[in-house]
């Protein structure tokens, strides 16, 4: 049996792999929200969960919110909601974007900002920048597997094979 990966099935998958990759990165830029999209919810915190990518809570409105480590580099942002069961905070999300959860019951939105006292943690353009950065792995890892799969497709199409493993001919086998 033919090892699919070194052959023309893995160049196609390397390309397509990159293409959607490529893709992905687009998706996750065109989907981070406007400042006019945003909500703002007020409270103080009384639950939450941290995770090795996120952070959960529950304000005391009962809404529930996820705030994720990608877009908050700093720390500063899952800091000031740890200590929020103190003083109340105000966090801007987008109720578009709900995700669910093993661990709790409900839904939770994703938050893009956290206030103490009407001053921002961390300004949107911080966080859009924080989530840019870690989308550049995405594109970066698909531009280099397209590449990867348009030369291997391009080794592998039937013009480029020749006799004696791809060195053109001399002319003394003439």
Not at 62 to 75: I, P
């Amino acid at each position: 049996m033919k090892d699919w990966f070194a052959g023309e099935r893995g160049a196609y998958f390397f390309l397509l792999l990159g293409i959607g990759l490529i893709g992905l990165f687009a998706v996750l830029e065109y989907r981070f929200p406007q400042a006019a999209q945003l909500e703002t919810a007020r409270g103080r915190v009384l639950w939450q969960q941290e995770t090795r990518g996120a952070l959960y809570f529950r304000l005391a409105d009962q809404q529930q919110f996820v705030l994720h480590a990608k877009g908050d580099a700093s720390g500063r942002q899952r800091q000031t909601l740890r200590d929020a069961a103190m003083y109340p905070v105000s966090v801007r999300f987008l109720r578009q974007q709900k995700t669910g959860i093993g661990f709790a019951p409900g839904e939770f939105y994703t938050v893009y900002g956290v206030a103490v006292g009407g001053k921002e943690v961390a300004t949107l353009d911080a966080v859009r920048s924080d989530y840019r950065r870690d989308n550049l792995t995405a594109l970066l890892m698909g531009v280099a597997a397209a590449i990867a799969g348009a030369w291997r497709v391009r080794s592998l199409s039937p013009g480029s094979r020749r006799a004696g493993g791809g060195r053109p001919a001399s002319r003394r086998s003439r």
